[in-house]
């Protein structure tokens, strides 16, 4: 997923400063020599050289370089990627501190009654038509967009992504309803020979037979597009969005800048902030980007921002979890072959989505992907930032705070069973880079 990578200048990264308030935070030299320097500057001078794993505590932040204090009572800069962060010994630990960023200009808080959204309020959550309406409403042009992240600095660069998905208007259905009908008496011998009776009804039999023999481009865009509204809208229904009109103002200008440096920026991308302490992020079909407040609040510069909604980009481009509607889908044909109740057909858009959602809740946004579809979208989203003109470096730098958050956190619980460790995450980032870009 990457190459090599770009390097913020100096004015850049040290607009953010992010300061201790208590404690430091262990980490070990990651690299063979790391140079520690006297300002968050290649160009300043050198404060001492460190040996990999040599230990350091990290003190703060400015951007993309990490304030380190050495055990002879040195004290410098060094890039987020020269060390790596260690877990906390307890939930939080002393890495709170490390966490008063720009972005939430407040502090992650890990309390006893930290709770998140969890399945059975995925599960259970009604539609919010007047929280799916605001977050709509608080979209911004392409061309709003644009002219921000110009105006910072930020310009649109020509990176090659491996393996990116880019729809194809279909030439021809990929199965026409003749082609469907012709796969009418396979579909009945494929129930019975898994013992779901004969005869089956010929309802049923079609279902399976639309469900094996896969969608056009058409269906499946128009599938994505009343999956997203049904799916974000009753994550809104579990958790609002947070009262910040800055905050999701900021998202959706750093988001629809990101988005339209993907292969698909036609989509209708919206994206906001909603009010839950847990970290992380949820991605549905069709474009509906939500981050969590205590995602939010981890994080700093733009840059960052950035590299947290790039990755969820990623699941919506590669239709990660539209596909995993896409497979029990077809499980669920079968099943429901069984029992001449078929609810879901795979040809009508809306009433697909509508039932799936309405049997399932938006629990999909809690299933774990492939862990390759995860490190795929990391990879995606240093593309995606490099795309952007700012520095796929940022999401390492996310990665390291979320580590320093502990295993054990409360905040992160949905996000570790959901996704591949955080230290694997970061093994695959050291090991690749992004064209174009340089560490």
């Not at 009654?113 to 259970?124: A, F, M, P, T």
């Not at 205590?294 to 994080?299: A, N, R, V």
């Not at 481009?317 to 889908?329: A, G, L, P, S, T």
């Not at 990879?379 to 930032?385: I, R, T």
């Amino acid at each position: 997923m990457r190459v090599h990578r770009i390097l913020l200048t100096g004015a850049v990264a040290c607009a953010c400063t992010v300061a201790i308030a208590a404690g430091q935070t262990p980490a070990t030299v990651h690299k063979p020599d790391v140079e520690v320097h006297a300002a968050p500057d290649f160009q300043s001078p050198t404060v001492t050289k460190l040996a990999q794993n040599a230990k350091v505590d990290v003190t703060g932040q400015k951007g993309l370089w990490f304030e380190v204090a050495t055990p002879d009572g040195k004290k410098g800069y060094v890039r987020v990627n020269d060390v790596r962060m260690e877990y906390a010994t307890k939930a939080g630990g002393n890495a709170n501190a490390l966490f008063t960023g720009q972005a939430g200009k407040g502090r992650v808080s890990e309390t006893a009654g930290v709770r998140g959204i969890d399945e059975s309020d995925l599960q259970g959550a009604g539609y919010d038509a007047a929280q799916f309406a605001q977050l709509e409403a608080n979209r911004v042009s392409p061309e709003s967009a644009s002219a921000d992240a110009n105006a910072k600095g930020h310009h649109a660069k020509q990176v090659a992504l491996a393996g990116e998905f880019k729809p194809v208007a279909d030439a021809k259905p990929k199965a026409t309803q003749a082609e469907k009908k012709g796969g009418f008496a396979l579909a009945r011998g494929l129930m019975s020979a898994v013992g779901l009776g004969a005869p089956a009804p010929a309802e049923s039999a079609m279902d399976v037979a639309e469900a094996s023999q896969g969608k056009s481009e058409a269906e499946q865009s128009a599938e994505e597009a009343a999956l997203g509204p049904e799916i974000a809208g009753r994550v809104l229904g579990a958790a609002h969005l947070w009262d910040n009109a800055e905050a999701q103002a900021r998202v959706n200008r750093v988001g629809r800048w990101m988005a339209s440096q993907t292969s698909r920026p036609e989509l209708p991308w919206s994206f906001g902030v909603i009010d839950t302490p847990e970290i992380n992020a949820f991605a549905a079909p069709g474009g509906y980007i939500l981050i969590t407040r205590g995602m939010y609040e981890l994080l700093g510069e733009d840059d960052e921002v950035a590299a947290v909604i790039g990755h969820e980009l990623s699941h919506v481009v590669q239709r990660d979890h539209y596909n995993v509607i896409q497979k029990q889908e077809q499980q669920s044909a079968i099943q429901s072959a069984a029992s001449s109740n078929v609810s879901v057909g795979g040809g009508i858009a809306g009433s697909m989505a509508k039932a799936y959602v309405e049997k399932h809740g938006a629990t999909i946004m809690l299933t774990s992907l492939d862990r390759d579809a995860e490190y795929r979208a990391d990879q995606a989203a240093e593309v995606y930032l490099a795309r952007s003109g700012y520095d796929p470096l940022a999401l390492y730098a996310v990665l390291q705070k979320m580590t320093a958050l502990g295993s054990q956190s409360g905040n992160l619980a949905a996000l570790y069973k959901t996704h591949p460790p955080l230290k694997d995450r970061l093994d695959r980032l050291d090991r690749s880079g992004v064209a174009g870009a340089g560490r």
